[in-house]
């Protein structure tokens, strides 16, 4: 067999590292893995369920690679090919023996199973000659009957009827298909059709929002049915494909330089899962962008978080965090084995090592070509480099109700950058967090935040958007309309409001992410600035209606950790005092970074660098 390329080489290898801690894990006679962690809300038979079908994924995209070549840094390949093989396998006839002690249970009305049933069958699926095949065929009628628990049951009304289509074409491709299986597919894939809003970019049901999880589950699931089971539907499947297309020309640019993409909306803890789909568009001929830059984007955003140790728990299993471990983002749902729905981001395994992806000359990402701003209005985004950074412009992504309970800070903020991210206020469900978000806190000590907002005006130098700080507790309610500018690192922001209750308003300028508690500040000042040991900064420049300025900080220990990205933090903020009137609110918060060994320079003058000037004139 010729040697396969090195990138290649690289992404197997790689896989194989995330599996070797699972490994170790894997106990003769069990099915389910104890990985160190939260629990979630579900039940402990969600949980380990879970701990199985989570790493089968990651297991199946490894296994169906070509077996490595002898080596030093790969010995026994073809020893640990076979005992995760054999484990898995086991565990699949073990788990769904209700007879056996470690029976799973069947899956139920809304129960997480449905989900990991669903992510089961993808797996047996891209490795059936190590899953699938060698089962016997009592075994197989067995571990049918138990994925039959799954018809009939309800599904949360999102990308979970995804769930159902998987589970259902599996047992039909394998003989076990019942006369109501075809209708219900049909049925739950024209439902999910329903979601896409134009431009291959889906709201998620009942979430109502626009995040990662178009590429973690909308177009996974999409493209994975249609590699599958596309050939029944082809126009169906060709549907899918052609929304791929679209999106990816936008996804592209939510990479930064460093391969970071912006923390943003909910499961972030899944981290590189959001690169299953740029693998998946190209194994289905249906990706338009250079092979070359992908690979450079995948790698880079694979390597991002590989490359930081803080990621891993005790047992050397991916944590509960984004680049540590940090289980106060965490949602209700999710629990220790949750991280490696990450498995999905191995889709370029599915690429042979043939492919031009492998092998084609890296090309620059769009955030390594210089400064540009991209516009997406179905998503109500803006996706914007600057200097390497990618920052998202946020005009138009809504909070449902039922998203409340997982934190209204991942969807609420003006703006989400790397090498930034944000903090989080606790409990999820009644808080919001100040930095990068204009909030309110009424006479009685709440705070709320932005909810539902829609997007009036974007391009791109600006976004305008109307929404309210609010809720229906007490009728809460502040309307505001809102207008973002932007150069270079800067945003430039006016709030225009009407309070119809007594109101302290703050804005706060972007968290400092910090390893160490200490930053240096600008105390006392008009303009807010704060920086860090490695020269990275702050700004927060107050320019009208607002009559002081504070500090929201994690500078020791004795208050909960809430930064997503580092331990301690400091966010400049500035703060209207107690008012019912309308006026206009303006301020210009730049970017946390220094221009070679210098602040951003002195704030005034960068304000004759921004249009429109009739605004700034104003303004001065």
């Known amino acids: ?76 390949a073809r020893a640990f090919r076979t005992r995760l093989a054999d484990w898995f396998r086991a565990g699949l006839v073990i788990g769904s023996d209700p007879k056996s002690p470690h029976y799973w249970g069947p ?8 989900v990991e049933i669903g992510l089961l069958c993808i797996g047996l699926q891209l490795a059936p000659r190590d899953l699938w095949d060698p089962l016997t065929t009592a075994e197989k009628d067995q571990v049918a009957r138990w994925l039959g628990t799954a018809r009939g049951n309800g599904i949360v009304n999102n990308n979970h009827y995804f769930m159902g289509v998987h589970i259902l074409e599996f047992l039909g491709a394998q003989g076990y298909a019942r006369r109501t299986d075809r209708p219900i597919i049909d049925e739950f894939l024209n439902r999910l059709e329903l979601m896409h809003r134009g431009g291959g970019w889906f709201e998620d049901g009942i979430n109502q929002a626009y995040d990662h999880y178009n590429a973690y589950a909308f177009h996974f699931y999409g493209l994975m049915w249609a590699r599958l089971h596309g050939k029944r539907d082809p126009s169906r499947a060709r549907r899918w494909r052609d929304w791929a297309r679209p999106f990816v020309r936008d996804y592209q640019h939510f990479f930064a330089a460093s391969g970071e993409h912006p923390a943003f909306g909910r499961s972030i803890c899944y981290r590189f899962n959001c690169l299953n789909v740029f693998g998946m568009t190209l194994a289905e001929n249906c990706c338009d962008l250079p092979p070359g830059m992908l690979r450079r984007l995948c790698t880079r955003n694979l390597d991002f978080f590989l490359s930081k140790p803080a990621i891993f728990q005790e047992q050397g299993c991916l944590s509960i965090g984004w680049t540590d471990r940090f289980e106060g983002l965490m949602e209700v749902y999710s629990c220790s084995a949750s991280p490696y729905w990450a498995a999905k981001g191995f889709a370029p395994l599915l690429l ?71 903090t989080c206020a606790f409990p999820h469900q009644t808080n919001w967090s100040v930095d990068s978000a204009l909030t309110l806190q009424l006479d009685d000590g709440t705070v709320y935040g932005r909810h539902s907002t829609v997007a009036v005006e974007m391009d ?96 020791d220990d004795t208050r909960p950790r809430a930064h997503v990205a580092a331990p301690y933090h400091v966010a400049p903020v500035a703060r209207e005092n107690r008012l019912h009137r309308r006026r206009p609110l303006e301020t210009l918060p730049p970017h946390p970074r220094r221009l070679g060994n210098h602040p951003l320079g002195p704030p005034r003058p960068l304000l004759t660098k921004f249009p429109p000037l009739a605004l700034f004139h104003l303004l001065s």
């Open 460 to 555: 791109n130098h600006h976004v305008l958007y109307s929404t309210n700080l609010g809720f229906k507790t007490n009728q809460a309610n502040t309307g505001v309309e809102s207008a973002v500018w932007w150069r270079a690192g800067w945003l430039l922001q006016l709030h225009t409001f009407e309070a119809r209750q007594p109101v302290v308003l703050r804005l706060g300028g972007y968290a400092l992410p910090l390893t160490e508690p200490h930053a240096e500040r600008s105390d006392p000042s008009p303009v807010l600035s704060a920086w860090s040991a490695d020269a990275r900064g702050t700004v927060l420049q107050p320019l009208a209606g607002f009559a002081a300025t504070e500090w929201d900080t994690r500078l």
């Open 107 to 114: 899956d139920a009305n809304y129960h997480q199973h449905h």
């Open 1 to 76: 067999m010729p040697a396969v390329p090195a990138a290649y080489a690289h992404w197997q290898s790689a896989a194989r590292k995330l599996l070797e801690p699972l490994a170790a894990l894997m106990r003769p006679g069990h099915a389910s893995l104890v990985i160190a962690g939260p629990a979630s809300d579900h039940d402990a038979q969600a949980d380990r369920m879970e701990s199985f079908a989570r790493p089968l994924l990651l297991a199946a995209h490894y296994l169906q690679t070509p077996a490595e070549e002898a080596a030093p840094d790969v010995p026994d």
């Open 352 to 422: 042979p090592p043939t492919h031009a992806f492998w092998t084609a000359p890296e090309e620059p990402l769009p955030s390594e070509r210089g400064d540009h701003a991209h516009v997406i209005k179905t998503a109500g985004l803006v996706v914007r480099s600057t200097g390497g950074a990618v920052e998202i412009i946020n005009a138009g992504s809504q909070i449902s109700n039922l998203m409340l309970r997982y934190g209204a800070w991942k969807w609420s903020k003006t703006a989400y950058r790397t090498g930034v991210s944000f």
